[in-house]
């Protein structure tokens, strides 16, 4: 059943007041609002979500997998239902592209389905079952099992960039969801209609599948009191964060400053490096030309996973320069997702180029309130130099540092930490460069050969995460089933009766999940 927008926050399953006024959403396409206003939760409406939330996490915690995992593909079909609300709206709100929208939604739903089937199944709660060994010397062995389980409720920050994937339904959520958590989502303001709609398909899904009151809520908020009383509020046990390096940083410290600090699982800036090697150069630059520019200005260079520096051997790459060059002086502009943004994406790119070592290789002609490509080239002394050209400049601007092949190795290893590395390279030299890959493996959460960062598949294997500032915790990832472990904990049983351990640790194993028994896998 479709409802019109009303701008109020979603707690529980009752509707937020009208007290705080947000305005309504901008265009930022036109810079100009449209439609309903928007309304911030207040204080005693955070205190009413966090509330529900402690309430409903020890019914919702106990239900089954197959419980939570209905629940989850409920909200998948929610979404589906939706689709041509969101197709409508999400371009207006973002200035992303209707076939983003519809695609986006896609693997939002396929995320939700995914942890469905995960949690059915059952085995990602990695039961580990230590028998007893009475006749032990010099001691008895106690019986030990253990397995994973959910931390509490946790507060969920929508991205910007993502208004679905990674937003109010998204991969936070649906981990979170799936793990046995409550989510009190915080909604973006620059989409505040498409939280609104993703968020009544969530609370609808939960009153059709019986969840309990409180599972999840969505407060929308500004001015950022909203963000830090949840992250302050006692019964809030962990975050999931996707944006700027000073917003996850300050959630992180406010995280650390409680009386009981929880983790704050926080995506932030990444430059993701790309290394061009000399004979992959002298055989396909143009190609690789061809697609990193493709990769830069997908969705106006506003993933994560950008390629924002380019590393380039001395004595090669003429070819590909000039292919590159080439296509971004003719890029064409695009709006970004909101006028912030976009500011500061200028204000990044005008920076870069006015330092002295720095030479502006193409630039396409700037437009008011829009981004265009930009490609900048830099001597790698130059960039060992000075640490302001190792800062993303999120958009569609990359970073071309020229220099010795043998002392990429070197620099690499000094970078900040990146979600992604890629190389391109032929299978001869591959093995010449082990070192080089060695170092970029340390700096990154994924290795990308022969192909481009962007793109970011979900699947098991999936690792969208890496050592800080790309995210706060290196060993964690947003994407992929392995997210679920961020909102857990292994929980130990010693000496206890069948009967009260979790049906995954009986020895029956009535759930036929894969286990751990005595060092040996077994189902
Ligand atoms: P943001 O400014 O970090 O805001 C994201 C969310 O965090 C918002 O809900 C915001 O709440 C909240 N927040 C931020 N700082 C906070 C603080 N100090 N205390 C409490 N809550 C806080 O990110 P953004 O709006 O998405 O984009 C801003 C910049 O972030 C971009 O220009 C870009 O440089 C970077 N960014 C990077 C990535 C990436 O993947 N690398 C993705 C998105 C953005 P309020 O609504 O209350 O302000």
């Given at each position: 059943m479709t409802t019109p927008l009303q701008g109020t926050s979603l707690i529980g399953f009752s509707r937020g007041g009208k007290t705080k006024s947000l305005g309504p959403a901008t265009n930022p396409a036109s810079g100009e609002?449209?439609?309903?206003?928007?309304?911030?939760?207040?204080?005693?409406?955070?205190?009413?979500?966090?509330?529900?939330a402690g309430e409903a996490f020890p019914v919702y915690s106990a239900l089954p997998g197959s419980d939570r995992a209905g629940f989850l593909r409920r909200i998948a079909d929610e979404i589906e239902a939706a689709v041509e609300r969101i197709a409508e709206l999400g371009p207006l709100e973002t200035g992303l592209p209707e076939a983003r929208m519809r695609g986006e939604t896609g693997r939002t739903t396929g995320q939700l389905r995914m942890f469905a089937d995960l949690i059915e199944e059952g085995s990602w709660v990695d039961a580990r079952i230590d028998h007893a060994q009475p006749e032990r010397q010099p001691l008895p062995k106690p019986d030990l099992r253990s397995m994973k389980r959910p931390l509490g409720p946790v507060a969920v920050f929508c991205a910007s960039n993502f208004p679905l994937?990674?937003?109010?339904?998204?991969?936070?959520?649906?981990?979170?969801?799936?793990?046995?958590?409550?989510?009190i989502a915080k909604a973006h303001s620059s989409?505040?209609?498409?939280?609104?709609?993703?968020?009544?398909?969530?609370?609808?899904?939960?009153?059709?599948?019986?969840?309990?009151?409180g599972v999840f809520s969505l407060l929308h908020g500004g001015g950022r009191d909203v963000g830090m009383a949840l992250v302050g509020h006692p019964v809030i046990q962990a975050v999931g964060f996707t944006g700027s390096r000073s917003g996850g940083t300050a959630l992180m410290e406010a995280a650390a400053k409680r009386p009981q600090p929880i983790p704050v699982h926080a995506e932030m800036s990444a430059v993701n490096p790309v290394v061009l090697l000399p004979a992959a150069l002298d055989e396909r630059g143009e190609a690789i030309a061809d697609g990193l520019f493709g990769s830069l200005t997908l969705g106006a260079g506003q993933f994560c996973t950008n390629p924002g520096l380019v590393f380039l051997p001395d004595g090669h790459g003429e070819a590909f320069l000039a292919k590159l060059s080439e296509l971004v002086a003719a890029g064409s502009s695009a709006v970004m997702l909101n006028a912030g943004i976009c500011d500061a994406f200028k204000q990044a790119t005008a920076a870069i180029a006015a330092i002295d070592e720095v030479k502006t290789l193409a630039a396409a002609p700037d437009e008011a309130g829009r981004c265009t490509p930009s490609l900048f080239s830099v001597s790698l002394a130059d960039f060992v130099a000075n640490?302001?050209?190792?800062?993303?400049?999120?958009?569609?601007?990359?970073?071309?540092?020229?220099?010795?092949?043998?002392?990429?190795?070197?620099?690499?290893?000094?970078?900040?930490?990146?979600?992604?590395?890629?190389?391109?390279a032929t299978d001869a030299e591959l093995?010449?460069?082990?070192?080089?890959?060695?170092?970029?493996?340390?700096?990154?959460?994924r290795l990308v050969l022969n192909g481009f960062p962007t793109g970011v598949e979900v699947c098991p294997s999936m690792v969208h995460g890496g050592p800080w500032p790309s995210t706060s915790d290196g060993r964690s990832t947003s994407v992929g089933t392995l997210a679920i472990d961020r909102f857990c904990r292994q929980v130990a049983w010693q000496g206890f009766p069948a009967a009260a351990l979790p049906e995954e640790l009986r020895d029956d194993n009535p759930r036929g999940i894969m286990r751990l028994v005595d060092g040996v896998h077994t189902r």
């Open positions: 609002t449209f439609g309903i206003e928007y309304f911030g939760a207040s204080e005693a409406e955070v205190e009413q979500a966090a509330r529900l994937a990674f937003s109010v339904a998204g991969g936070d959520t649906a981990s979170a969801l799936a793990a046995g958590c409550p989510v989409h505040p209609g498409i939280a609104e709609i993703v968020g009544e398909c969530v609370v609808r899904a939960a009153r059709d599948c019986g969840m309990p009151e640490p302001a050209l190792h800062a993303e400049m999120f958009g569609p601007a990359t970073l071309v540092v020229r220099g010795k092949t043998e002392e990429f190795a070197e620099v690499i290893a000094g970078l900040e930490g990146q979600l992604v590395g890629t190389i391109h093995p010449e460069h082990a070192g080089l890959v060695a170092a970029l493996e340390k700096r990154v959460g």
